[in-house]
Every structure is written in C-alpha cells, then in structure tokens.
T-cell receptor
Framework: DSGVTQTPKHLITATGQRVTLRCSPR?????VYWYQQSLDQGLQFLIQ???????AKGNILERFSAQQFPDLHSELNLSSLELGDSALYFC??????????????????FGPGTRLTVL | ELKVEQNPLFLSMQEGKNYTIYCNYS?????LYWYRQDPGKSLESLFV?????AVKQEGRLMASLDTKARLSTLHITAAVHDLSATYFC????????????FGTGTRLKVLA
C-alpha cells in the first residue's frame, strides 16, 4: 500500500459524459501527478500539481482538466468522453517535484488507479 | 522531445538465469526511473537514478545509468518466479515544459 488513495476504483459511463476522478496523496507529499494507461497509448503523463499550482504538463487533452485543492487532494475532470478515453488513470504523489526544494530524487508513489470504461 | 525505448518488449526466462533489460533515451534526461507493474495492479517504484554511473541494487535487481550513452539497464540476477511482471523505465524531459516520458515496458515471465 503506497499511501496514495484514488476513488472510484471503477467507473463506467457513456460517450459525451463528464466524470471526476479523485486522488489523495500520501501524508506530507505536496506534488500530485496524473497518468493515463491504455493498451494503444501505453503510459502517458498528463499533468503535475505542486502545492495547488500546475507544475508540469504532458499530453493532456483540452477536454481534460485537473486541480489540486488546499488540502492537497486532486481531481481529474474528463469531459465529452469518447470511447478512446477508456483507460486506467493513475495518480501518484511525491514530496516535491522537479526543480523544487527537497526534490532530490523525486520518487513517485502510485495509487491503485481508476479504471474508466466509456461505452 | 525525449523518447524512451525499451528492449526487449517481452522476455521469457528460466528461473536461476540472469538477464538485462535495456532502456535507451534520445535526448538529455535529468533522471531515470524504473518501475514494476504486476497484472491489473499499480506501479511500484524500484529505482531513481540521478547521475552518470549511478548504480542501485535491491535484491535480485540492479539498475545502472550511463548518461553519455543515454542508456540505463535493469539487470536481473538468478531470476525467480516472483519477479514476473512488466518493468517500465521513464525519463524526465527537460526540453520545454517538463514532462515524464515512459518506455513501452518489458513484460517479463520467469518460468519455473
């Protein structure tokens, strides 16, 4: 158990809908990362937040957005869902992040994931 | 943009044998990560390598980094069935906006 929690574990929805995935980082971690894992795209980094601010951005679609709240939990919002959005979505956390004080090795701890199925 | 390539993609090996997984990356990466993923599970951090010549070992796994060759290796010594999993390497792309780039993964199966 990494200490990172994600809800829900499974989500089934229809095309065109909007969903919200939630992540709570390990106690003391300030950075949260979101990743998408699918069979055709592999593991893709989506976005990173550090202490409430966006810090790094990967291949995140404009239909997707994220935020980190003052209590450091994060939400990933996926809208106008398409069949191709079906994937495992992982959240990870670390003490800090690239280029930030305390980041040294920036080891990331992953949550159990949310499996999203779009029908 | 950083590209990360792993080989082999699939590896079937006998228990007790040694093997190496290779991770090549295309441009400068400020660090190199290795992760393990069991089927249907999340990712587990194995190693973070920060500098040229870095070597880290944990049990039967040893990872190394050669930044000049842009190569990291994950060496498996005397494999056991419990090591069966998919192993990913990932780098940090410092060109433009920072992002993490993963390799395609190496699916390892250790046969008894």
């Amino acid at each position: 158990d990494s200490g990172v929690t994600q809800t829900p574990k499974h989500l089934i929805t229809a095309t065109g809908q909007r969903v919200t995935l939630r992540c709570s980082p390990r106690s003391g971690d300030l950075s949260v990362y979101w990743y998408q894992q699918s069979l055709d795209q592999g593991l893709q980094f989506l976005i990173q937040y550090y202490n409430g601010e966006e810090r790094a951005k990967g291949n995140i679609l404009e239909r997707f957005s994220a935020q980190q709240f003052p209590d450091l939990h994060s939400e990933l919002n996926l809208s106008s869902l398409e069949l191709g959005d079906s994937a495992l979505y992982f959240c990870a956390s670390s003490v800090a992040g690239w280029g930030l004080a305390g980041s040294h090795d920036n080891e990331q701890f992953f949550g159990p994931g949310t499996r999203l199925t779009v029908l | 943009e950083l590209k990360v390539e792993q080989n082999p993609l699939f590896l079937s090996m006998q228990e007790g044998k040694n093997y190496t997984i290779y991770c090549n990356y295309s441009t400068t990466s400020d660090r190199l990560y290795w992760y393990r993923q069991d089927p249907g599970k999340s990712l587990e951090s194995l190693f973070v390598l920060l500098s040229n010549g870095a070597v880290k070992q944990e049990g039967r796994l040893m990872a190394s980094l050669d930044t000049k060759a842009r190569l990291s290796t994950l060496h498996i010594t005397a494999a056991v069935h419990d090591l069966s999993a998919t192993y990913f390497c990932a780098g940090g792309d410092t060109s433009g906006t920072y992002k993490y780039i993963f390799g395609t993964g190496t699916r390892l199966k250790v046969l008894a």
